[in-house]
């Protein structure tokens, strides 16, 4: 995945903050679903760390929490070896790349 490149279509700082809230919620789902594309291109599903950002990005997005949901997808870009060390316990799968794309086509769909 080449993150530079995904990460190269985000706005600066400042000119995020100057969008208004239905751009910024389009440029945060424009950019979860440049990331779910690159997952997808190689085949797989996001690994653990992967999946528990870009599904706290889309909660944030129903929220209207647009710079939290940016932090957090691009948070979930981080490389392997600069990620947190903690081990996550959990009892259930995290969710597929198929299930994060339905969560991020249902708040498509809502209003900014």
């Given amino acids: 995945m080449d993150v530079q490149q ?3 279509a985000l706005p600066d700082g400042a000119q995020f903050l100057g969008y208004a809230p239905v751009d910024k919620k389009l440029c945060v789902e424009q950019f979860i679903q440049s990331i779910l594309d690159a997952i997808r291109a190689e085949e797989r599903d996001p690994d653990d760390w992967e999946a528990l950002d870009l599904g706290a990005a889309i909660g ?19 490389p392997v070896e600069q990620r947190s060390p903690v081990q996550l316990h959990r009892v259930d799968a995290p969710p597929t790349a198929k299930q994060l794309q339905r969560a991020l086509d249902y708040f498509r769909w809502m209003p900014a």
Avoid: K, M, Q, V
Avoid at 60 to 78: E, K, M, V
């Fill in 60 to 78: 944030f997005i129903s929220c209207h929490w647009y710079h939290a949901a940016l932090a957090s997808a691009n948070r979930a870009l981080a």
């Fill in 6 to 8: 995904l990460r190269s």
